[in-house]
T-cell receptor, first 111, second 113 residues
């Protein structure tokens, strides 16, 4: 699996957009970018994933650069409940390949 | 979709005792994973089942650890002769060919005293 690099922590004001960066410069052509988050004392929660096109769902948007070496997770209107550790993971989608978690980014939403 | 259930939520045990955790995956998911998470770290992969077959085990899974999924439904993770270093959150997740992203349970927090 390609390795990812994320900032250890970030702050964002409530109601503003939270933009979480992730570098994955060694990503392969068949590897997807996945984002999970983990709220304190809970298991990780799937947010979104993408291959090369930008993706949007009810939780977030995922912007992947054209060279696919980096991506940004966008939470458009952050709330206090979005305070969590966010993990960016690169993996091949097919098959049962395990998720390899890094340290993630601890996002704090401030009132 | 009732989610992934883990039992118990918390377990305190004395060093040297055996403990067993249970995971009930989403019913239509044939893949089941166990992870361990210590404070301040991301989850670490322990083992993976496809149906009842255990297909991969991490080096983290020492001889004191054993996992089973006897009928391809629920799974158990047993730790024998617990050590203080086993204190962690043990997470279970499931997935399928159709839904390849994982659904995690809330975990079992083990404290070895």
């Amino acid at each position: 699996d390609a390795k990812t690099t994320q900032p250890p922590s970030m702050d964002c004001a409530e109601g503003r957009a939270a933009n979480l960066p992730c570098n994955h410069s060694t990503i392969s052509g068949n590897e997807y970018v996945y984002w999970y988050r983990q709220i304190h004392s809970q298991g990780p929660q799937y947010i979104i994933h993408g291959l090369k096109n930008n993706e949007t769902n009810e939780m977030a948007s995922l912007i992947i650069t054209e060279d696919r070496k980096s991506s940004t997770l966008i939470l458009p209107h952050a709330t206090l409940r979005d305070t969590a550790v966010y993990y960016c993971i690169v993996r091949v989608s097919q098959g049962a390949q395990k998720l390899v978690f890094g340290q993630g980014t601890r996002l704090t939403i401030n009132p | 979709d009732t989610g992934v259930s883990q039992d118990p939520r918390h377990k305190i045990t004395k060093r040297g005792q055996n403990v067993t955790f249970r995971c009930d995956p989403i019913s239509e998911h044939n893949r089941l994973y166990w992870y361990r998470q210590t404070l301040g770290q991301g989850p670490e992969f322990l083992t993976y089942f496809q149906n009842e077959a255990q297909l991969e085990k991490s080096r983290l899974l020492s001889d004191r650890f054993s996992a089973e999924r006897p009928k391809g439904s629920f799974s158990t993770l047993e730790i024998q002769r617990t050590e203080q270093g086993d204190s962690a959150m043990y997470l279970c997740a499931s997935s399928s060919e159709v839904r390849v992203h994982y659904t995690f349970g809330s975990g079992t927090r083990l404290t070895v005293v």
